[in-house]
């Protein structure tokens, strides 16, 4: 499975954009490329998903280079309660389900 | 999305009992259903694998004996923490995924905490 590498923590002011940006070098042909968020003492949730170029949903983008050894979570106009812990995951999808390794995340705060 | 839902939500049990912790998916068919534990200020690691209807997989270095996990219909997964021990205080988290799909739904996490 490919190795993620994040930020460690970002900060940002409320009604800015955050781009947070993941490096995946070792990506596999077969691999997609997941970002979750996660609040304290809850699980993590489902924020997009992408293979190549630009996916975008109704609270984030997510882009992703020809060579997709990294992408980038944009989060337009963050809030306070954008105030979390993001991962990105890389993994493949074989044998009838995808196996998720969660790395270490970014931890990204959003200051009033 | 689809709805994972987990009970307890929290666990206080003595030195040595053992604790069964439910993962329900509500609203969809979970044929394959994801164990993982989280310390404080940690990431989620991944403890297990279960499709349904067949034993979990478990990854390396996870006790298999002293968790155990039972997938026995689509929409319910358990993991039994026998003679549990301090260590074993943590967040336990499931996630489920449909057949096809390459993104999981993640429960709300139950809290164990072994004194």
């Known amino acids: 499975l490919a190795k993620t590498t994040q930020p460690i923590s970002m900060d940002s002011y409320e009604g800015q954009e955050v781009n947070i940006t993941c490096s995946h070098n070792n990506i596999a042909t077969n691999d997609y490329i997941t970002w979750y968020q996660q609040f304290p003492s809850q699980g993590p949730r489902f924020i997009i998903q992408?293979?190549?170029t630009k996916v975008t949903n109704e609270v984030a983008s997510l882009f992703i280079p020809a060579d997709r050894k990294s992408s980038t979570l944009s989060l337009p106009r963050v809030s306070l309660s954008d105030t979390a812990v993001y991962y990105c995951?890389?993994?493949?999808?074989?044998?009838?389900?995808?196996?998720?390794?969660f790395g270490a995340g970014t931890r990204l705060a959003v200051h009033p | 999305g689809a709805v994972v839902s987990q009970h307890p939500s929290w666990v206080i049990c003595k030195s040595g009992t053992s604790v069964k912790i439910e993962c329900r998916s509500l609203?969809?068919?979970?044929?394959?259903m994801f164990w993982y534990r989280q310390f404080p200020k940690q990431s989620l690691m991944l403890m297990a694998t279960s499709n349904e209807g067949s034993k979990a997989t478990y990854e390396q270095g996870v006790e298999k004996d002293k968790f155990l996990i039972n997938h026995a219909s689509l929409t319910l997964s358990t993991l039994t923490v026998t003679s549990a021990h301090p260590e074993d205080s943590s967040f336990y988290i499931c996630?489920?995924?449909?057949?096809?799909?390459?993104?999981?739904?993640f429960g709300p996490g139950t809290r164990l905490t072994v004194t």
């Open positions: 996630s489920a995924a449909g057949q096809g799909w390459s993104e999981q739904y």
């Open positions: 992408g293979y190549k």
């Open positions: 995951l890389v993994g493949a999808f074989s044998g009838g389900y995808n196996k998720l390794i």
């Open positions: 609203d969809f068919q979970a044929t394959t």
